[in-house]
């Protein structure tokens, strides 16, 4: 198994006599499983092979893989929740955080918003993006407020 670019920016995967263009890495099992079970499917969303860990990739294709998935799944820490309302089941929310200001958009908050322990809330939105609160209590009092209005 090789992993490379080519063209630039293209993800590609030699896999024993066949070649993949266009491979992206994705985890099957994020929330209840993390970096575990890390799928790599081609252009069309079919699945070409399934790692049980990262590592298995071998050494040489790793930090490839890591860079893909770093470019797929966003994290970022929150600092500060400017705002946060819910309609139809979304939760819309505009926060502040160590990448600056988001606006992202949550679905089913009982599924999305993960407490992880007690001072840890983890936030999926929509997209697939993880948004990390901790300490939850390092938040100022009004970014508690709001988040505590909702989750």
Do not use: C
Not at 13 to 35: K, Q
């Amino acid at each position: 198994m090789q992993l490379f670019y080519a063209p630039e920016g293209r993800l590609r995967l030699t896999l024993e006599d066949r070649s993949h263009l266009d491979v992206v890495p994705a985890w099957a099992a994020p929330r209840t499983h993390p970096d575990r079970y890390l799928s790599l499917l081609d252009s069309k969303g079919k699945e070409i092979l399934m790692l049980d860990r990262l590592e298995d990739a071998g050494a040489d294709n790793v930090e490839v893989l890591r860079q893909e998935l770093r470019r797929r799944y966003l994290y970022s820490q929150v600092r500060r929740v400017n705002a946060v309302r819910m309609e139809f089941g979304a939760t819309y929310w505009s926060v502040e955080t160590d990448r600056g200001h988001r606006d992202f958009v949550t679905q089913s908050l009982q599924e999305n918003a993960q407490w992880i322990d007690e001072e840890f809330l983890l936030l999926i939105d929509v997209e697939g993006n993880h948004y990390q609160v901790k300490p939850v209590s390092a938040l100022d009092p009004e970014s508690l407020r709001r988040l505590r209005s909702v989750v």
